[in-house]
């Protein structure tokens, strides 16, 4: 960890530049809960009207202070903080938090005080600004004045947070504590003028008190950063779970291509998520559910969940909950409901059938602990819910103390359902090591995030230098289909054949050489949506191509005021299942979209995509994955008794394209292949259409 960062960390000592006496007040907070949470180091107040803060010698200047502290808490406003940060960096210190708000979050000028503080920062690391500080629970270290703080005991635990949001930071604290989740550092970065989401993660991967790291993301600034961080946690072995905001934001604005409409920003962060091994929260409960199950430790090798329930009604909302997010929840096997119907006597229980209703008589301890070590211990299980009812919630220690016993036994997950309202019951549970939650849906997404957590993300390996390809000869701005797909044939994606004609003569040629029903558009770089504008016209018979040129010529004048003075005459492909192939960019980087094409490719959004590693393409396996991914796979796999398609072809195109997409880099604006025809195996693939906007 880097030194600056384990020091602003764990400090030693700490000075407090601002500090007042009074600890109602916001600027006396900082001090108050550094003495009232236990902080062992030293406490260096600075404030030239004050000669003491209780029994705290304060000092008049950070020049004054006794020792360099290891974090100076900056508590000024925006407009005299930078001369406190300069004044720490001169004196050494490792790190300032910066409180104020006032910076780049409120326009241009505060950008500029945002810089200035950087400048006076030099060296020194950088909290915030606008920042409400960072909490080590761990070590009972608080610099923060949040007034999440007043509490008087807070649940140390393995989870680090890492929110992009002060008062989040607050919430997830005050949350935690009272569900018995334990935390173990809670930092937030704001602005992130200097330190940020990857600087965080990393000091928790080397963290030993830190098992899961749970981030509240705004925007991630330094994608780059981002997944080299993500990818080290991954390789740790010390899962992510990131609650983004903003999912309805719309990322896609007018753009010539179907892409940039289906991809969008939230998409993107999806598709970064997915390849770093960030699992991610649904909802902002969620963060704190999946976090608190990952923490456990368990591992989840399947989807088949025993409901363990003495009320039927509440099992069944589990269940339902489960197998709506493909969970499974089959009956005991034989060996299984045998050994649960040893340990009851009487024709109550109902043990053939899962939820598994076993009538916990007056909540018998010994009877819960069998009926769960037999599930445990079942090879057609792989995890167990336990319904907690209003029985078990009437004495919560004897149950957590029933279930937490049988943990050892088994490293297969083990939740509870409370069913009646009964926080307390739920927390006890939790920290007996049994993540307990009030919402069957929580439970549902808690197994997600552990099924998540089971498949790592491959790393990308370095691969070999994309060969360069020479398009010199190409025009900038948006190009016509014809040019196009010159760029995309020049990486080796197929393209149907085709012929650029200006009049009748010339089309009847063309038709002549591609056979005896062909395609006509016309050829614009200003019209990319021809169909709109009946600019298409398919399985044309070669006769009757001038006559179609004419009316469409007409059509399109209509429509647009221009009349098109130039047409492309395809070979008519068919007998192939129509995809789309896009690339996208924005601020996260460049991703690669597949999806199913034709015209309604933005209404069914059928789609997958892949975040570009900067200079480097996507290789065969990337690529197959994406095939495979999408929800029309069947078609392409021979479904109900089709044609096998040219999967190989399609996994080299995609390839193919990447490489275009990684060699141009920022000069390619925008490119997609709608449709790329993929034919019936050994008949290779075709791009029948094609947008590309290239810029200086």
């Not at 062992?40 to 360099?68: F, H, M, Q, T, W």
């Amino acid at each position: 960890m880097d030194q600056a960062l384990q020091r602003l960390l764990k400090p030693r000592s700490v000075a407090v530049i601002g500090a007042s006496g009074d600890p109602a007040k916001t600027a006396g907070r900082p001090v108050a809960y550094l003495r009232k949470h236990g902080f062992g180091g030293r406490i260096l107040p600075v404030n030239p009207k004050l000669d003491k803060i209780g029994e705290l010698a304060c000092y008049g200047d950070i020049e004054s202070l006794p020792e360099v502290p290891d974090v100076g808490i900056v508590l000024l406003g925006a407009e005299r903080a930078h001369l406190a940060v300069a004044q720490l960096a001169a004196r050494g210190v490792a790190a300032a938090v910066v409180l104020a708000s006032g910076y780049a979050e409120v326009g241009e000028e505060g950008a500029r005080r945002q810089r200035q503080l950087v400048e006076a920062a030099g060296k020194m690391r950088l909290l915030g600004p606008n920042t409400i500080g960072l909490v080590n629970l761990t070590d009972d270290i608080v610099l923060s004045a949040s007034g999440a703080l007043e509490m008087d005991h807070f649940q140390a635990g393995s989870i680090g947070v890492v929110s992009q949001s002060g008062g989040i930071l607050g919430a997830l604290l005050s949350r935690a504590t009272a569900r018995g989740i334990g935390l173990s550092k809670l930092i937030s970065t704001s602005n992130e003028a200097d330190l940020e989401l990857a600087d965080f993660i990393d000091a928790l991967v080397d963290d030993p008190a830190t098992e899961v790291i749970a981030l509240y993301v705004e925007a991630i600034r330094r994608p780059d950063r981002f997944r080299a961080a993500a990818l080290r946690a991954a390789a740790a072995g010390k899962p992510l779970v990131a609650f983004k905001i903003g999912r309805s934001e719309a990322g896609a604005k007018a753009a010539v291509s179907h892409t940039g409409a289906m991809a969008g920003a939230d998409r993107m962060y999806d598709a970064l998520f997915r390849q770093t091994g960030v699992i991610r929260a649904e909802t902002f409960g969620d963060l704190l559910d999946m976090s608190a199950a990952l923490a456990t430790r368990r591992v989840l090798r399947g989807k088949r969940v025993a409901v363990l329930t003495s009320t039927g009604g509440a099992g069944t909302l589990v269940s339902d909950s489960l197998g709506v997010s493909g969970f499974e929840t089959p009956a005991p096997d034989e060996s299984t409901a045998a050994a649960l119907r040893a340990l009851q006597t009487g024709d109550h229980a109902a043990l053939d059938r899962n939820p598994i209703d076993v009538t916990l008589a007056g909540l018998q301890p010994d009877l819960l602990r069998a009926a769960i070590t037999t599930l445990l211990a079942s090879p057609g299980y792989d995890a167990l819910v336990v319904i907690v009812g209003s029985s078990g919630v009437g004495r919560p220690e004897l149950m957590a103390s029933a279930i937490g016993a049988c943990l050892p036994l088994s490293d297969k997950p083990v939740l509870a359902y409370i069913s009646p309202h009964a926080p307390e019951a739920a927390a006890l549970l939790t920290q007996h090591g049994v993540p307990a939650f009030v919402a069957a849906e929580s439970c549902t997404a808690a197994l997600s995030s552990l099924l998540q957590a089971s498949n790592r993300p491959r790393a990308t390996a370095e691969q070999n230098p994309v060969p360069v390809v020479d398009i010199a000869d190409l025009p900038s701005g948006s190009l016509d289909e014809a040019t196009a797909k010159r760029l995309f044939a020049r990486f080796g994606v197929p393209c149907v054949e085709e012929r650029v004609v200006g009049t009748t003569d010339e089309a009847n040629r063309a038709a002549t050489e591609l056979g005896e029903r062909v395609v006509l558009k016309i050829l614009s770089s200003e019209i990319t949506h021809k169909s709109d504008v009946g600019g298409v016209a398919v399985n044309l018979p070669a006769a009757a191509l001038a006559s179609r040129m004419d009316t469409m010529a007409a059509e399109v004048e209509r429509n647009t005021g221009t009349r098109p003075a130039r047409f492309l005459v395809q070979e008519m492909v068919g007998g192939g299942v129509e995809l789309i192939l896009g690339m996208h960019r924005d601020p996260l980087g460049t991703a690669i979209l597949l999806g199913m094409g034709g015209v309604t490719a933005e209404l069914l959004k059928d789609t997958t995509m892949r975040l570009l590693v900067p200079g480097q393409a996507l290789d065969p396996t990337q690529a197959a994955e994406m095939v495979k991914e999408l929800r029309s796979w069947p078609l392409l796999d021979g479904f109900r008794g089709g044609p096998l398609a040219d999967v190989d072809a399609l996994v080299g195109a995609i390839v193919a394209f990447s490489r275009m997409a990684a060699q141009l880099g920022d000069r390619l604006v925008e490119a997609e292949i709608n449709p790329i025809f993929v034919l019936p195996r050994g008949s290779g693939v075709r791009a029948a259409d094609g947008v590309a906007v290239l810029k200086r």
